[in-house]
């Protein structure tokens, strides 16, 4: 594992901490430098809050459609049910565990029902370019100026080469959340269904919580063709146009894939192909999970799998619905990447039967965190530690549990709400400085292992004594869309 705390690892959740800093040697670096030393931080809402750049919630994209592309274009569908739909009798994952828990036994089984309950839509999504957009599935307003305009998708992580096994060239992520309609029908409630309401949208407890049987997607798709990453041969491929992100080894005259964004630049959008690597459901059933309301499960690629096609050969690797807070391992296998998979993670699933890449980031005792997931944290500093190899860290749920408003803790378990970095021992060098994070096992650590219904906000409280609302596990709407709203509002301010 080489270094992902530095340069590389910027995720594309949008957190709006003015005040951040990081410890370097008793002093301190500043917002900027700071961009790329922790994970799921960039500058795009802070800066548009700070040159008063209007942002407008209905956008499709920042950047023109090419004039060199054939197919239909990204529409953003926000035209979010006004009342909630009937939901069926039973869902298809409902009739795995006849309506009680999900377990390990069922889990596999349980994730397979939902990408069957799903696929018709995905498969016409991911393969048919003149479809057009699927009047069955939302997706949130406020971030057209991240997103691309082709498919809508936009920076999901940035991974230095020797982050996954046998990757030898640094990639890009890009992502694509849908929410169908049951789902959607929340986001209504949260932005309303016009431009007045959108900024001035409904946050409390009641109007961000989701319905039983919401279902939640999303697409994470790599720069790597087969040709520079083995295990992409074969994937499926989308095309997006946009500007080459700086953490895109594969833009390189080094890179034999087709349309690898070399005739591009980080100003000038290029048409650039990318390659479907991992595929998250996200389910509420509180039947099945009844601490949290909501299984996570993912799906990646495995080009040796069964299937007639790509989309067959996404395949699950692991589910999770609960943080498990009775499993405390310390031991270097639960905290040392690729870590070890505990079983007695009774709340945990994980197929060892993908691909050894699917499997190199999960997180702490092998939690569930897909390879385009941020669990692992390389270098790090925890507990007056210094991990050089890296420290996994919070897996789907224990990350998206910080999801809140206002955001008053950072995805990770972290010391403090900004996060802080500091230099290797005896180094003194500042630019190679690592995420600092709790020490693992701890009270802070194990603040973020719960298993907590989505109604409970992580915390802690503002510095007014407020305490935030939690918004049900959902980081888009957390990280994403409340941020670029709250830019908006700063840059309308006269």
């Given at each position: 594992?080489?270094?992902i705390a530095l340069k590389y690892l910027i995720i594309s959740f949008f957190l709006h901490f003015s005040t951040l800093s990081f410890a370097n040697n ?272 993912t799906l990646v690629y495995d080009k040796n799998a069964k299937g007639n096609d790509a989309w067959d050969k996404m395949i699950p690797l692991g589910a ?175």
């Amino acid at each position: 594992m080489k270094n992902i705390a530095l340069k590389y690892l910027i995720i594309s959740f949008f957190l709006h901490f003015s005040t951040l800093s990081f410890a370097n040697n008793s002093s301190q670096v500043s917002l900027k430098k700071a961009v790329g030393k922790a994970p799921f931080l960039t500058l795009t809402a802070e800066n548009l809050a700070q040159t008063k750049s209007s942002i407008h919630p209905f956008e499709n994209s920042a950047l023109p459609k090419p004039v060199n592309y054939k197919g239909s274009f990204f529409e953003l569908n926000h035209n979010y049910p006004r009342i909630l739909p009937h939901r069926e009798k039973q869902y298809p994952w409902e009739r795995v565990t006849r309506n009680g828990r999900i377990t390990q036994k069922n889990a596999k089984q349980y994730v397979q029902a939902i990408k069957d309950y799903v696929s018709d839509d995905m498969r016409k999504i991911l393969f048919d370019k003149s479809a057009g957009n699927n009047i069955n599935w939302y997706q949130s307003i406020w971030l057209g100026i991240e997103r691309e305009p082709i498919h809508g998708a936009y920076v999901g992580s940035g991974f230095p080469a020797g982050t996954l096994t046998g990757q030898t060239v640094d990639l890009t992520t890009y992502v694509y959340v849908l929410y169908d309609k049951r789902a959607a029908t929340t986001l209504g409630n949260i932005w309303g269904y016009d431009k007045k309401s959108a900024m001035s949208p409904t946050i409390t407890k009641e109007s961000t919580q989701y319905a039983e049987g919401s279902v939640i997607v999303k697409y994470a798709f790599v720069t790597s063709c087969g040709s520079d990453w083995k295990p992409m041969e074969k994937a499926a491929v989308w095309q997006i146009y946009a500007p080459v992100n700086t953490n895109n080894g594969s833009a390189t005259l080094q890179s034999k894939c087709k349309n690898n964004g070399s005739k591009g630049s980080n100003s000038t959008p290029v048409l650039t192909n990318i390659y479907l690597m991992q595929f998250d459901l996200i389910v509420k059933d509180s039947n099945a999970a009844p601490d949290t309301g909501w299984v996570f499960a993912t799906l990646v690629y495995d080009k040796n799998a069964k299937g007639n096609d790509a989309w067959d050969k996404m395949i699950p690797l692991g589910a999770t619905w609960g943080g498990n807070p009775d499993v405390v391992n310390l031991k270097p296998e639960a905290l040392t990447s690729p870590v070890k998979v505990n079983q007695a993670l009774t709340e945990n699933w994980i197929n060892l039967k993908t691909p050894a890449y699917a499997r190199s980031t999960l997180g702490w005792d092998g939690r569930l965190s897909g390879p385009n997931d941020g669990a692992v944290v390389t270098p790090a500093w925890a507990g007056g530690k210094y991990y050089h190899k890296g420290l996994a860290s919070a897996g789907c749920l224990a990350c998206h549990s910080s999801a809140q408003y206002p955001m008053t803790s950072f995805l990770l378990p972290t010391t403090t709400n900004s996060p802080q970095a500091l230099s290797p021992p005896l180094s003194g060098d500042s630019s190679a400085a690592s995420f600092v994070l709790s020490e693992p096992g701890g009270k802070l650590w194990m603040k973020r292992f719960q298993s907590n219904s989505g109604i409970t906000p992580l915390g802690p409280q503002t510095s007014d004594g407020k305490t935030p609302v939690a918004l049900d596990y959902d980081m888009v709407t957390a990280f994403k869309a409340i941020p670029m709203w709250e830019a908006a509002m700063k840059a309308n301010q006269p």
